[in-house]
């Protein structure tokens, strides 16, 4: 069975950073792409940044590039999301993902995304 575990997730005020943690075990794919996204209350899920786990490369949304950054962790099975100079409108449940992909992503669209953990809350107040 699929698993997919966040963790890492709290309440910061603006300005400040957190380090997400993402673990994914069995996923039935010989190659494939961990990522992270996010879902704020009224709002639609939005893709935030993907790593291919076979190779280099990593792809962000516009939205967090420069603040957040994506990396495998020991291995292949494991991604962070180090999150910087964090605003209120990042108030979101943070979601890790996984899909199968042989090369890296040039997009985060969800519904390409095969398997979802249960989510982090990250709040971020003024």
């Known amino acids: 069975q699929v698993q997919i575990l966040e963790s890492g997730g709290g309440s910061v005020q603006a300005g400040g950073s957190l380090r997400l943690s993402c673990t994914a075990s069995r996923l039935p794919y010989s190659e494939y792409c961990l990522g992270w996204f996010r879902e704020a209350p009224g709002k639609d899920r939005e893709g935030l940044a993907t790593v291919w786990t076979g190779g280099a490369g990593t792809f962000y949304a516009d939205s967090v590039k420069g603040r957040f950054t994506i990396s495998q962790v020991n291995n292949r099975n494991s991604v962070d999301l180090q999150m910087n100079d964090l605003k209120v409108e990042d108030t979101a449940m943070y979601y890790c993902?996984?899909?199968?992909?042989?090369?890296?992503?040039?997009?985060?669209?969800?519904?390409?995304?095969?398997?979802w953990g249960q989510g982090t809350q990250v709040t971020v107040s003024s």
């Open positions: 993902a996984g899909r199968p992909c042989s090369h890296l992503p040039a997009r985060l669209w969800v519904y390409e995304w095969s398997y």
